[in-house]
């Protein structure tokens, strides 16, 4: 074309040689940014469906614990309207049957996280598109940590309690009906102001924390019922 003198066209059969090259690579393009999407969506799917179980599982165990807590909490109620009371009319049982659930076995949520941290730890957790399910995933850790720390805090008060009855009492005792000191520990000042302590930070654990992991649990696993 150029020897003919025919430039015109040699440049319009360039320029078209380019606009080819240029469809063909934003095809290209197009196509492979289309498969990264799919496997993005996919690997998340996945994701989501074993959050979404360990997230329910996690329900269950606060549930869980809450009742166990609970049950603690009324028994730590009555012991403190025992001590209020005439001690004249309470049988050593009795007060042996409440300081048995009061000073029971420790009670600790153990939330299950292997999809949450193999999310953090591969770096999956930046693919999961929903904004509001990555943010309430991030902070579904404190929100833990925070009730741990109220947990250790009633495990405290009730360890320094325990500590009280060894000294006072009888922890042998607490399934017995014939114990002949237990009764006196209702006197002792000190258990009573550690009991004070110990029922208030279990009432902080059973209506504010459990209460508030347990939300954020449920609203997690809606969104993702939602997202799927």
Not at 20 to 30: F, H, Y
């Amino acid at each position: 074309l150029m020897e003919n003198n025919k430039t015109g066209k040699y440049f319009k059969y360039a320029v078209g040689e380019i606009i080819l090259v240029v469809i063909g690579i934003l095809i290209a393009l197009s196509i492979n940014n289309w498969n990264e999407n799919r496997i993005i969506i996919k690997n998340q799917e996945k994701y989501l469906l074993l959050l979404k179980k360990e997230v329910q599982n996690n329900i269950e165990e606060v549930e869980y614990c809450n009742k166990r807590v609970k049950y603690m909490w009324e028994a730590q109620k009555e012991l403190i309207n025992l001590i209020e009371s005439n001690h004249d009319t309470i049988t050593e049982a009795h007060v042996n049957l409440m300081l048995g659930r009061v000073f029971g076995p420790k009670t600790y949520v153990e939330l299950e996280n292997s999809v949450l941290s193999e999310l953090k730890t591969t770096g999956e957790l930046k693919n999961i598109i929903n904004d509001s399910i990555r943010k309430k995933i991030v902070a579904l850790e404190p929100i833990a940590n925070i009730t741990r720390m109220q947990e250790i805090l009633v495990v405290n008060e009730c360890d320094q309690g325990k500590d009280i009855i060894r000294e006072d009492g009888y922890f042998v005792k607490l399934s017995s009906h014939n114990s002949i000191r237990n009764l006196e520990i209702l006197n002792n000042p000190i258990f009573g102001n550690t009991l004070s302590m110990y029922y208030s930070e279990t009432t902080n654990l059973i209506e504010r924390q459990y209460p508030r992991l347990k939300k954020h649990l449920s609203e997690l696993a809606k969104m993702i019922d939602n997202e799927l």
